[in-house]
């Protein structure tokens, strides 16, 4: 019965010692992938990716890319337009210069 306990503790050890290798490759993995020079390569590479794709639609459709450019135009200079364009009201409280335009007072036309 002496065997057993020591048996027992020689697999508890060994099985110890396998999850921290395996602890340990984990980590070493980790460490690869989040290396920062490594982040910002990848980084890079899906910005360069992503910038082709656009540009290669912007080819294949150059209407769509029109009509956007003409909407950011128009919602980036909408404020000076609406004020160009929107109706002043007539204001009939200003005098005519000319004499012959103005009215007669009402003592006068009789």
């Given at each position: 019965?002496s065997?057993?306990p020591?048996?027992?503790?020689?697999d508890?050890e060994?099985?110890?010692?396998?999850?921290?290798?395996?602890?340990s490759?984990?980590v070493?993995?980790?460490?690869?992938?989040l290396d920062p020079?490594?982040?910002a390569?990848e980084?890079?590479?899906?910005?360069?990716?992503?910038?082709?794709s656009?540009?290669d639609n912007?080819?294949?459709?150059?209407?769509?890319v029109?009509g956007?450019t003409?909407?950011l135009?128009?919602?980036?200079?909408?404020?000076?337009?609406?004020?160009?364009?929107?109706?002043?009201?007539k204001?009939t409280d200003?005098p005519?210069?000319h004499p012959?335009?103005?009215?007669?007072p009402?003592?006068?036309k009789?």
């Amino acid at each position: 019965m002496s065997d057993e306990p020591v048996r027992h503790l020689a697999d508890a050890e060994a099985q110890a010692a396998a999850a921290r290798e395996r602890l340990s490759h984990t980590v070493g993995q980790l460490q690869a992938r989040l290396d920062p020079k490594l982040l910002a390569r990848e980084a890079r590479e899906a910005g360069l990716q992503a910038a082709r794709s656009g540009v290669d639609n912007a080819r294949r459709n150059p209407g769509v890319v029109a009509g956007a450019t003409g909407l950011l135009g128009l919602f980036l200079v909408r404020k000076p337009l609406c004020r160009l364009l929107r109706r002043r009201p007539k204001n009939t409280d200003i005098p005519a210069k000319h004499p012959a335009l103005r009215e007669k007072p009402a003592a006068e036309k009789e």
